[in-house]
């Protein structure tokens, strides 16, 4: 779209090797509103991510 629009929440999924979800967290981009065609690098971490952890999935959050 031309417009403007608010920064969705990113959802940060840990999948154990069965592929079963073992944590997740919401991250809110550093940027509130983005402008048409924007992009916005973001970056979040986790101090001790659980051993079992064995794939990674970013999407936008629900509701976003």
């Known amino acids: 779209s031309g417009?403007?629009?608010?920064?969705?929440?990113?959802?940060?999924?840990?999948?154990n090797a069965a592929g079963r979800d073992i944590l997740?967290?919401?991250y809110q981009l550093p940027e509130p509103i983005?402008?048409?065609g924007a992009k916005?690098?973001?970056e979040t971490s986790l101090a001790d991510p659980p051993g079992e952890?064995?794939?990674l999935e970013v999407t936008?959050?629900?509701?976003?």
């Open 34 to 36: 983005l402008a048409p």
């Open 3 to 15: 417009a403007e629009m608010t920064a969705p929440r990113v959802l940060v999924k840990l999948r």
């Open 53 to 55: 952890a064995r794939n």
């Open 60 to 64: 936008f959050a629900p509701g976003t």
């Open 24 to 26: 997740q967290w919401t």
């Open 40 to 42: 916005v690098p973001f």
